[in-house]
Structure formats: C-alpha cells, structure tokens
C-alpha cells in the first residue's frame, strides 16, 4: 500500500513559479514510477508528467513541456513538480499518482494510487 501526499500548491500571478512535492509512505516508492495529472472545474483530469522509477525517464505533456520539470528524490520518498512560466490555463487541482511498475505511463487508469490533490490558481 502507497499512501501520497501533496503539498506546494496556492494562488500564484501569471509568469509565476509554484513547487508541488509529494511525499509518499510505504517501502516501494524507489520501484515505483509517479505521476503529476491535473483536473480543472468540469473537464477530465489530464496527464501532467511522469518519470520512471530510476528518475531517468520522464514525459511531459505538450501543454506544460519546457514550463515543468518533474524530478523525485528517491532517499526522501518525494517527487517534485517544478511549475515554470504558470498560466491561467495551468488552474487545477493537481495530483500525485503512483504506478505499481517501474516504467512510466502517460494513461491515469495504470496509475494505482493517488493522493488528495493540491489547488493550483493562477491569476491573469
């Protein structure tokens, strides 16, 4: 069992940065690829970013490629999404998900454990 748990997320002005971090409980998060998907009011949540296990893999979406940067520190069972460049369009609530697999997926449904979820607002 994975337990996750997001923190970082608030109001921020466009151009602005924000610093998610997910903190995980359990004995496999070094084998466990993880993922940032994001859901907006009335719209299906969405494939943020992913990196592997290793942290040597990672996939973004095209929405946030060169914005975002997706990194995790095995030692501290903590991924991290790095929000660059932020856009009123980037406003969601964003979550953590862990995958019982090493190698990543862009697809929620081969994620297996998901946190709460951490309000991003940006502001125009």
């Known amino acids: 069992q994975v337990q996750l748990v997001e923190s970082g997320g608030g109001l921020v002005q466009a151009g602005g940065s924000l610093r998610l971090s997910c903190a995980a409980s359990?004995?496999?998060?070094?084998?466990?690829?993880m993922g940032w998907f994001r859901q907006a009011p009335g719209k299906e949540r969405e494939f943020v970013a992913a990196?592997?296990?290793?942290?040597?893999?990672?996939s973004y979406a095209d929405s946030v490629k060169g914005r975002f940067i997706i990194s995790r520190d095995n030692a501290k069972n903590t991924v991290y999404l790095q929000m660059n460049s932020l856009k009123p369009e980037d406003t969601a609530v964003y979550y953590c998900?862990?995958?019982?697999?090493?190698?990543?997926?862009?697809?929620?449904?081969?994620?297996?454990?998901w946190g709460q979820g951490t309000q991003v607002t940006v502001s125009s």
């Open positions: 990196i592997s296990a290793t942290g040597l893999i990672t």
């Open positions: 359990g004995r496999t998060f070094s084998s466990n690829a």
């Open positions: 998900a862990a995958r019982s697999r090493a190698t990543i997926s862009t697809r929620k449904y081969e994620y297996n454990y």
